[in-house]
């Protein structure tokens, strides 16, 4: 038996129903979370341009664009909506997938649930398929796939993807096969895009190619089912490794490893630098002026993740350390405001970045979490110092429902009305109540007076 076959029988066994209550209540959350974040990108210039290479979209068309006020066919609602969710870095990850899983999984769900008219149970057991399906080959996979320079978000995501796409479409498991198949060839994308616009249409591509391929599957379109473990099956290829078992259902990876849901919208790496710098500036009462250097020690992961050329735009300000701290520093809050032209060109922001230098430190703890340590040196003398080896989000410091609800209401202001928001978050919170899902996902639309997005 093929690697895609196991896979396929699992997606369409009963195990995903033996998902602890615990499991439910995180992939109502990541649900949440994913929404909140495609409200808030769908006001970017990348999925704007996404959408305006089909300018005039029908209103009777089946899919619900987020934040668009307008729909679309189910694989286009997926590309848009998915290049939206990843538009801010806001969206969620998983450690051991060293991946966004979410952005793709709900893009293209919510989408094909609305079309096919499935219940909202029906949708969240197939987000909990799709995710134990990516974290699981991420385990396998990783971090060879990551070290290569492939962006994991793409390349995985897109078969965890289209696993979910299969059970909610209800396919066979020959059919969930073929689109396995199809979807490995699908993969792609490179880590060199990171603090791009294209690194959002990573997240795009994969929900588009996984609705697409669980559509061409059903219609009869075949793909080798030694896709993923071939003699030039993706393991091979893209990672030059044999895989081994992926010990589905063994345990639950919404349990065992759970998500990391984000408090800044910035690259993962830089969380728990935030969280330190805005930790010294709270506690000593630090002026930004008088800080005369600034050092942050970072495990070995940082620099192979993070970008160094000096940031000339926001998407670039997302994935560059040293702005972020100096953001965090000069403004005492890490939020979607200053990831803008303004807050990037401050003066005291370019000379905090200037006189921040970064240091590996082999002895921060290997855990996956980018742990970081800023020491700050003032003018009057003083050396501050603060370490954090968890970011706020990860294991041990995960945002609860409040903290996921108050994201919510930031994402969406100006989207939603005040109380769209409110019944969209009540909804949300039952989701896997809902008889169908959509009335939720025409809310999802926006009715809030919807600013100009700003320029690329």
């Known amino acids: 038996m093929t690697a895609l076959e196991h896979i396929a ?13 615990a499991g439910l209540a995180t992939a109502r959350l990541a649900f949440a979370d994913t929404v909140a974040v495609t409200l808030i990108g769908s006001r970017r210039a990348a999925p704007r341009i996404v959408a305006s290479l089909e300018p005039s979209v029908p209103q009777h068309m089946p899919a619900s664009l987020v934040g668009m006020r307008s729909r ?14 990843h538009a801010d870095l806001f969206d969620d990850n998983s450690a051991p ?7 793709s999984l709900v893009s293209a769900l ?11 149970r029906d949708l969240l057991l197939a987000y909990c398929t799709g995710f134990e399906v990516g974290v699981k080959l ?3 996979l990783n971090p060879t796939l990551y070290e290569r320079g492939w962006h994991v978000t793409r390349v995985l995501g897109v078969l965890g993807t289209t696993a979910a796409c299969c059970r909610l479409a209800g396919l066979s498991v020959g059919q969930t096969v073929n689109a396995l198949g199809i979807a490995t060839s699908a993969a792609g994308g490179l880590r060199q895009h990171f603090g791009t616009m294209t690194m959002a249409l990573h997240a795009g591509w994969s929900a588009r190619d996984a609705v697409d391929a669980t559509q061409l599957a059903v ?23 044999e895989l081994g078992s992926l010990g589905l259902g063994e345990s639950f990876e919404l349990i065992e490893s759970g998500i990391i849901f984000k408090p800044y919208p910035c690259g993962a790496p830089t969380h728990a630098a935030i969280d330190a710098a805005l930790a010294l500036g709270t506690q000593y009462h630090v002026d930004p002026a008088q800080i005369e250097s600034i050092v ?3 495990h070995p992961w940082n620099a192979m993740t993070l970008r160094e050329e000096l940031p000339s735009t926001a998407n670039q300000a997302r994935v560059h350390l040293r702005f972020c701290i100096a953001a965090a520093l000069r403004f005492g809050r890490v939020t979607p405001d200053e990831f803008s032209v303004d807050a990037l060109n401050d003066p005291l922001v370019q000379r905090l970045i200037h006189v921040t230098d970064i240091s590996i430190d082999a002895t921060l703890p290997d855990n996956g979490e980018f742990p970081a340590a800023v020491t700050l040196q003032l003018r009057d003398g003083r050396r501050l110092s603060e370490r954090r080896d968890v970011p706020p989000g990860g294991s041990g410091r995960r945002l609860d429902t409040a903290q996921i609800q108050a994201k919510f209401r930031q994402c969406a202001a100006g ?9 969209a978050i009540a909804t949300l919170a039952r989701l896997d109540t809902l008889a169908d899902v959509d009335a939720l996902a025409l809310a999802l639309e926006g009715d809030g007076p919807l600013a100009v997005p700003p320029a690329p």
């Open 97 to 103: 997938m060293i991946a966004h899983p979410s952005a």
């Open 219 to 241: 219609r009869g379109f075949d793909a080798d089912p030694a896709g993923l473990d071939g003699r030039y099956g993706l393991a091979r290829v893209f990672a030059q490794l």
């Open 9 to 21: 029988q699992w997606v369409h066994s009963a195990d995903i129903e033996r998902m602890p209550d």
């Open 415 to 423: 989207v939603l009305t005040d109380d769209t928001c409110e019944w």
């Open 296 to 298: 942050c020690h970072v």
């Open 138 to 140: 991420g385990r396998a």
């Open 72 to 85: 679309a066919s189910v694989s286009r609602a997926a590309l848009i909506n998915g290049t939206s969710a």
């Open 110 to 120: 919510l989408p094909l649930a609305q079309y096919n008219g499935a219940n909202g």
